[in-house]
């Protein structure tokens, strides 16, 4: 079981706060780290210090880290160019030697759109516009060097591009797509994905969306097993139950509550919980972690959790 750190800095990280993630991320043994990719945070809390961009800080990281994978749990197909969005991850694949990772989704958080002038359309053209990025992204990085790449979608084109740059991964940095939608999101998994994932949901949910993608892959003819399957969930773990309980407190959220609908209580039912899920098929959890500053957390899982779930 692939174990992976996943932050929500438009809930309050500086880059600091991510750097110092990331290296106890390197540091304990985990095997990824991932950032949301929001520009506003959610609920009533305070908003200070403001967001930062998902690509400049995985930039930064790429040169300020070794070995852990690196990547965005998503990027919203509304927030950047299809074109420029694979010119900066070839780059930050470069700088990574080859680390990086792009999760990508139709873009979902009205607020942040308004607040920020980015275009919100409805969610068909959402989706017309995620299925166009994933068409461009894919072409421009496995178009041959020499080569231009020409595309015509329902929303974005590109004609005669160099496709240029081309990221260190061959053939390509791996793609990430998850969620819950019934159909569309199915059925570009089976077509660009190399990873599903399927975020804060119980087991009975992950698994339907996992069959809907293994039809989906059946219907076009391609291999399901070719997928890494994968979940999140939210983490608080403690060694006592006032532990569980000041973690809750420190996210503002209820120990019963995280204990039903995510990764939390004692180091043996997080255990227990992860392993529910890899019952059903899930190879890779990213755990969620909510307060970026307590560092003791990560060091708990990776010394108490990770090693019963080799």
């Not at 041959?144 to 240029?164: N, Q, R």
């Not at 059925?187 to 660009?192: H, T």
Request: hydrophobic share 40%; charged share 25%; proline share 7%.
């Amino acid at each position: 079981m692939d174990l992976r750190i996943f932050t929500e800095p438009q809930q309050g990280a500086t880059y600091d706060d991510l750097l110092a993630v990331a290296r106890a991320t390197e540091d304990l043994g985990y095997d990824a780290f991932f950032r949301s990719d929001h520009y506003q945070a959610m609920g009533d809390g305070d908003p200070l210090p403001g967001p930062t961009d998902a690509w400049l800080t995985l930039a930064g990281l790429a040169l300020q880290t070794s070995r852990i994978r690196l990547g965005t749990l998503v990027t919203s197909a509304t927030f950047r160019h299809p074109g420029p969005l694979a010119i900066s991850v070839a780059q930050v694949d470069q700088m990574s030697d080859g680390r990086v990772e792009l999760g990508l989704g139709a873009g979902w958080f009205a607020d942040e759109h308004s607040a920020y002038g980015i275009p919100f359309p409805g969610l068909g053209e959402r989706f017309d516009r995620l299925e166009d990025t994933l068409e461009i992204v894919t072409g421009l990085w496995r178009t041959p060097i020499g080569e231009t790449f020409d595309y015509t979608g329902k929303h974005l084109s590109v004609a005669d591009s160099p496709a240029l740059p081309k990221p260190t991964q061959s053939p390509r940095p791996p793609i990430i797509i998850g969620g819950h939608g019934p159909r569309r999101t199915p059925a570009l998994a089976a077509r660009f994905a190399d990873e599903f994932n399927v975020p804060f949901a119980p087991t009975t949910t992950v698994s339907t969306m996992y069959d809907r993608v293994r039809d989906a892959c059946q219907t076009i003819g391609r291999d399901s097993d070719d997928l890494v399957y994968s979940a999140s969930l939210v983490l608080c773990c403690g060694e006592s139950d006032a532990e569980v309980a000041n973690r809750a407190a420190a996210i503002g959220r209820e120990p019963d509550e995280l204990r039903e609908n995510g990764a939390a209580g004692s180091v043996d039912e997080v255990v227990a919980k992860i392993s529910a899920y890899r019952e059903i098929g899930v190879t890779r959890v990213y755990l969620q972690v909510l307060d970026v500053k307590d560092l003791d957390h990560l060091a708990l899982v990776a010394d108490k959790v990770a090693p019963q779930l080799r």
